[in-house]
């Protein structure tokens, strides 16, 4: 990462990036210790969990799936279809349904009495109570990965802040990209309890070179970050 000039940032954004930088250098010691020419020939299970945050708009998803499996939410199904589809809110499932996504493709989901004609769904047990995004980080730390990549979990809104970050915003069950930011405070909470219960694994979150880094996610051992650019290096992405 280049030299950071400070004049150009706010206090915060100039802390989440010092915050970036430190990370970043400290993920790709350990991540040239293995190239991923040896990864490949090892087959080192790997996975990838997408968030909608807009900082995953620039990587394909298909790209990540020749890398290792990959779990999505929501709307992602319109355009790709994921290893595991999670979704939980209600819309969403009738949307699903309706255009019978569930039938060909590993759907999950929470119980629902309003689900209960609907052929295909996956549900967890006990439900999770959770929102898509952790459930989906749940679920692949479940799966015997030594690394999950996070993508799109991006927490603070636009626009400093202030707007709703989402890359499906503007469409059908998604607020508009001019509303207010929803909260991310449960998100934050649910992403954490996840990372901690699952020390064996190591989560790397993948964000915008001025991507907000909550300080709950800089105290956690497993949990590194690095941007974008970066983890595209490394995996010989477009």
Known sequence: MAKIDKTQYTKDQYKALKAAAKAEKAASKIVSSIPIQEHLRLKTPISFVLGNGTSRDGIDPIALQKL???????????????DYLIAVDTKMIVEINKAGYQKTNQV????????SSMEG?????????????????????????????ILGFDYKGNNSGKTFNNIYADTENYK???DTATYYGNWLRQTKNVIESN????????????NFIPDELNKIANLTHITVDTFKKMYSLP
């Open 68 to 82: 290792g499996k990959v779990y999505g939410c929501n709307a992602l199904y319109r355009s790709f279809s994921p």
């Open 108 to 115: 999950w989901t929470n119980p629902n009495k309003l689900y």
């Open 121 to 149: 769904f996956n549900f967890f047990q006990p439900s999770k109570g959770w929102s898509s995004g952790p459930t989906a980080l749940w679920l692949a730390s479940q799966h015997n990965y030594t690394t999950i990549y």
């Open 176 to 178: 508009r990209s001019n």
């Open 199 to 210: 020390g064996r694994i190591k989560y790397v979150r993948v964000i915008a070179p001025d």
